[in-house]
């Protein structure tokens, strides 16, 4: 079974410009979470979609980004326009529904993004 | 809501030698607990998970961890460290319900010296 997978693996853009990432869950997972890590600092998460829902968002850092998952199965999570700061390792996970069960997320490689 | 701290930022250590890398956790509601690895280059890997029960847990590579809820830990340990094992290690925590996100530490650097 495919595990998540991202990409661009890695994308180095100008300042101002726009970029997209892109992540495929685990086929079947209706949980899927973005999260980034910035300048080697810990992973934070960004937002978690339950199919295509917004499920919570409360990590997006501002209205420069925006995520979204049309028809519940990949994600794309476009910064527009980039700064200097958005610099870091953007990774991707998903998981099965949740409830009163053991929910394990699935992480992907990671999107490299540099802004110069 | 949940933070992880993680207290050492590096750990350098010989090959063979034993290995401890220590995490703390606050939490308002039961979490899971887990450590990740990061080799490098690579994505974030499952090392290990605490869901219930036992309080030691064994994950891959040969790596364990205790659960102390009343120190709220959860250290890494391996017995004997291989040149392989240079890494960034995360330990993170999942509400103990549902679907919800996960709160990650800053990170272990190890760094196993021949």
């Known amino acids: 079974e495919a595990g998540v997978t991202q990409f661009p693996s890695h994308s180095v853009i100008e300042k101002g410009q726009t970029v997209t990432l892109r992540c495929d869950p685990i086929?079947?997972?209706?949980?899927l979470y973005w999260y980034r890590r910035v300048m080697g600092k810990e992973i934070k998460f960004l937002l978690h979609?339950?199919?295509?829902?917004?499920?919570?968002e409360s990590g997006m850092p501002n209205n420069r980004f925006l995520a979204e998952r049309t028809g519940g199965t990949y994600s794309t999570l476009k910064v527009q326009p980039a700064e200097l700061e958005d610099s870091g390792v953007y990774f991707c996970?998903?998981?099965?529904?949740?409830?009163?069960?053991?929910?394990?997320?699935?992480f992907g490689p990671g999107t490299r993004l540099t802004v110069l | 809501a949940q933070s992880v701290t993680q207290l050492d930022s590096q750990v350098p250590v010989f090959e063979e030698a034993p290995v401890e890398l220590r995490c703390n956790y606050s939490s308002s509601v039961s979490v899971y607990l887990f450590w990740y690895v990061q080799y490098p280059n690579q994505g974030l890997q499952l090392l290990l998970k605490y869901l219930s029960g036992s309080t030691l847990v064994k994950g891959i590579n040969g790596f364990e961890a205790e659960f102390n809820k009343s120190q709220t830990s959860f250290h890494l340990r391996k017995p004997s460290v291989h040149i392989s094992d240079t890494a960034e290690y995360f330990c993170?925590?999942?509400?103990?319900w549902g679907a919800g996100k996960s709160t990650f530490g800053d990170g272990t650097t190890l760094t196993v010296k021949p």
């Open positions: 996970a998903s998981s099965q529904v949740g409830g009163l069960g053991y929910n394990e997320q699935f």
């Open positions: 993170a925590v999942t509400p103990g």
């Open positions: 979609f339950v199919k295509e829902s917004k499920q919570d």
């Open positions: 086929s079947g997972h209706d949980n």
